[in-house]
Each structure stands twice: as structure tokens, then as C-alpha cells.
């Protein structure tokens, strides 16, 4: 199989000067692309249904940085996962009726689960991020601060994907603190 990788990390800051005892809030947005996202298609979900791997989970982390050499971490780290079942479905809503196809996917974070009725959608919610970091200002110290994130994932492997890991780091974005 080919590969795939993290696109690039986007980081939103929702204005560029803090006053000390605010609390700053970071959005760090980034997608998994290339073959993993690919292969993760109806075609595939049948065939994995039909072989009886019905469940795929891709571990991701998240962590927000600032400094030099000694790189001190921002926030909570995040060390979660999203996980996908797959399954047969009746529902007219979620299928093609002119298809014979009635495997699909249910996408769950934080055990929260979301169906979605395309096979791009789909895709959208497993393997788009966009987290939110909040932490205060005064942790950092007055001045200018460069902040930069990490992230990764990995999955195991299955009917549509070899076993994988991958990593990327953003490009720094910079705040001052009065």
C-alpha cells in the first residue's frame, strides 16, 4: 500500500495579545490523507463486513508546545481515539435503494457515536480533526511566545489497510502576553 500522512497542522488563535489572567484558546486543525483515506470506501466496508472485521480504530494525539530547545507543554495533551463500526442497515436514508449495497459506518468519538449519510462525510468525521486547547496565559509569562503542535495517529491492520503510524509538526504561530 501506498502512504498516507497528516496534513498540515493549522493553528487558530483567537486573537494575537492576552492580558495575563486570560485564557487563551487554540483550535489545532489538521486531516489524515493519502491511502488510509482512500481506502476507507463502501466497496472496502462491505468487504470487511463480509469477512468479519467490522471495527476500526485510529489512536491520534495532540500536543501544544512553546520554547526553544526545552519545548514546555501547553494545555492537556490529548491522547484519545475515534473508532468506526461497520454494519448492515435497512435504512433507505443511509443507502442507495439502486444499489444492492447496505453496509455502512457509524463513526464514534468519546463514545459519542455519529452516523453520517455520505461516504465523504464519513470519511470528514474519522479522519478531520479540530481540537480545542484552553490554558491560561499566565503559564506562559509575559512577553512574546512561539507556539507550535504535534500530532499523530496510527490504526492496526484490516481487510482495506496495512498497519501505520504517522506524525507531523505545525509551523509556529506566535502571541504576546502584556
Same mark, same amino acid.
Do not use: C
Given at each position: 500500500?501506498? +502512504?498516507?500522512?497528516?496534513?498540515?497542522?493549522?493553528? @487558530?488563535?483567537?486573537? %494575537?495579545?492576552?492580558?495575563? *489572567?486570560?485564557?487563551?484558546? #487554540?483550535?489545532? !486543525?489538521?486531516? @489524515?490523507?493519502?491511502?488510509?483515506?482512500?481506502?476507507?470506501?463502501?466497496?472496502?466496508?462491505?468487504?470487511?463486513?463480509?469477512?468479519? %472485521? @467490522?471495527?476500526?480504530?485510529?489512536?491520534? =494525539? #495532540?500536543?501544544?508546545?512553546?520554547?526553544? $530547545? &526545552?519545548?514546555?507543554?501547553?494545555? &492537556?495533551?490529548? %491522547?484519545?481515539?475515534?473508532?468506526?463500526?461497520? $454494519?448492515?442497515?435497512?435504512?433507505? !436514508?443511509?443507502? *442507495?435503494?439502486?444499489?444492492?449495497? &447496505?453496509?455502512? @459506518?457509524?463513526?464514534?468519538?468519546?463514545?459519542?457515536?455519529?452516523?453520517?449519510?455520505?461516504?465523504?462525510?464519513?470519511?470528514?468525521?474519522?479522519?478531520?480533526?479540530?481540537? !480545542? $486547547?484552553?490554558?491560561?496565559?499566565? %503559564?506562559?509569562?509575559? =512577553?512574546?511566545?512561539?507556539? =507550535?503542535?504535534?500530532?499523530?495517529?496510527?490504526?492496526?491492520?484490516?481487510? $482495506?489497510?496495512?498497519? =501505520?503510524?504517522?506524525?507531523?509538526?505545525?509551523?509556529?504561530? +506566535?502571541?504576546?502576553?502584556?
Amino acid at each position: 500500500m501506498g +502512504e498516507s500522512k497528516i496534513s498540515v497542522i493549522e493553528l @487558530v488563535k483567537s486573537k %494575537d495579545k492576552y492580558s495575563s *489572567n486570560e485564557n487563551i484558546e #487554540i483550535n489545532v !486543525k489538521f486531516s @489524515v490523507e493519502g491511502n488510509l483515506r482512500e481506502a476507507f470506501n463502501e466497496a472496502n466496508w462491505t468487504k470487511a463486513y463480509n469477512n468479519n %472485521d @467490522v471495527s476500526f480504530k485510529l489512536k491520534y =494525539g #495532540i500536543k501544544l508546545t512553546s520554547g526553544g $530547545f &526545552r519545548k514546555k507543554e501547553l494545555g &492537556r495533551t490529548i %491522547d484519545t481515539y475515534k473508532k468506526a463500526s461497520i $454494519f448492515w442497515t435497512r435504512n433507505p !436514508k443511509l443507502v *442507495n435503494p439502486m444499489k444492492d449495497r &447496505r453496509i455502512w @459506518v457509524q463513526v464514534a468519538k468519546n463514545f459519542e457515536p455519529f452516523i453520517r449519510h455520505s461516504e465523504e462525510e464519513v470519511r470528514q468525521e474519522l479522519f478531520d480533526f479540530n481540537e !480545542k $486547547f484552553v490554558f491560561k496565559a499566565s %503559564d506562559l509569562g509575559p =512577553g512574546k511566545h512561539k507556539i =507550535g503542535a504535534e500530532a499523530f495517529a496510527s490504526w492496526q491492520k484490516h481487510d $482495506f489497510t496495512e498497519t =501505520g503510524n504517522i506524525k507531523n509538526s505545525s509551523s509556529e504561530i +506566535e502571541i504576546t502576553i502584556n
